[in-house]
């Protein structure tokens, strides 16, 4: 079964504006991961985030977690065209060894 | 070069016919997993492996199974393919439970 449910399952939005995507998950978690895929292609690691952070960046991304209500966040503001793409959060669940991931959100960016 | 590379990255076979894909990386990372995905779908994990002696069952490993051949190659073969098989399949290698690396991927088609 997924840990992870992501939130909405697709979105669309006009270039410039913010784009944001909820995870869900069910067990306590070492870390939760965003990745991107972009069609056919392969994951690309976006960020991590430990259960002991509450908050991180990196460039136009921003990640939250909330252990308590056992939910992530993934904003990407001022999009970009090139940020179609659907995204995945895979969680790192206390004591399984791997990730589990979930089954996404298709973001489309339009012009 | 690529860190993660699959062969082939496409494949049409018949019912029946055995395939192997295969899976190689230069990132010297122990940890190795097979994953499968379906049109609108998250990943499902069909083995991980975290050295050359560890093997272990995801949660869709009947029909498949996996060869360690050394740290670096890892390959699945499906004994006797059928067409609810047909899918795309990722490699990717990791250190501990952080990011994981992916592959390009290969898409299967079982007619």
């Known amino acids: 079964s997924q840990q992870g449910e992501e939130d909405p399952q697709a979105l669309s939005i006009q270039e410039g504006e913010n784009a944001t995507m909820n995870c869900s998950y069910k067990?306590?978690?070492?870390?939760l991961q965003w990745y991107r895929q972009n069609s056919g292609r392969g994951l690309v690691h976006l960020i991590l985030?430990?259960?002991?952070?509450r908050e991180k960046h990196s460039g136009r991304l921003r990640v939250t977690l909330d252990t308590s209500k056992k939910s992530s966040s993934l904003l990407i503001t001022a999009s970009r065209a090139a940020d179609t793409a659907s995204y995945f959060c895979?969680?790192?669940?206390?004591?399984?060894?791997?990730?589990?991931f979930g089954q996404g959100t298709r973001l489309t960016i339009n012009p | 070069d690529a860190d993660v590379t699959q062969t082939p990255r496409n494949r049409i076979t018949k019912t029946g016919k055995r395939i192997m894909l295969e899976c190689s990386q230069t990132?010297?990372?122990?940890?190795m997993y097979w994953y499968r995905q379906d049109p609108g779908l998250g990943l499902r994990l069909i083995y991980y492996?975290?050295?050359?002696?560890?093997?272990n069952k995801g949660e869709i490993s009947d029909g498949y199974s996996v060869s360690r051949q050394a740290q670096a190659k890892f390959s699945l073969s499906l004994e006797s393919a059928i067409p609810n098989q047909t899918a795309l399949y990722f490699c990717?290698?990791?250190?501990?439970?952080?990011?994981?690396?992916f592959g390009p991927g290969t898409r299967l088609t079982v007619l």
């Open positions: 990132k010297g990372h122990d940890r």
């Open positions: 990717a290698t990791s250190r501990e439970t952080d990011t994981q690396y």
């Open positions: 895979a969680t790192d669940r206390r004591g399984a060894q791997k990730l589990v």
């Open positions: 985030i430990r259960s002991n952070e």
């Open positions: 067990t306590s978690i070492n870390n």
């Open positions: 492996s975290f050295d050359v002696k560890d093997i």
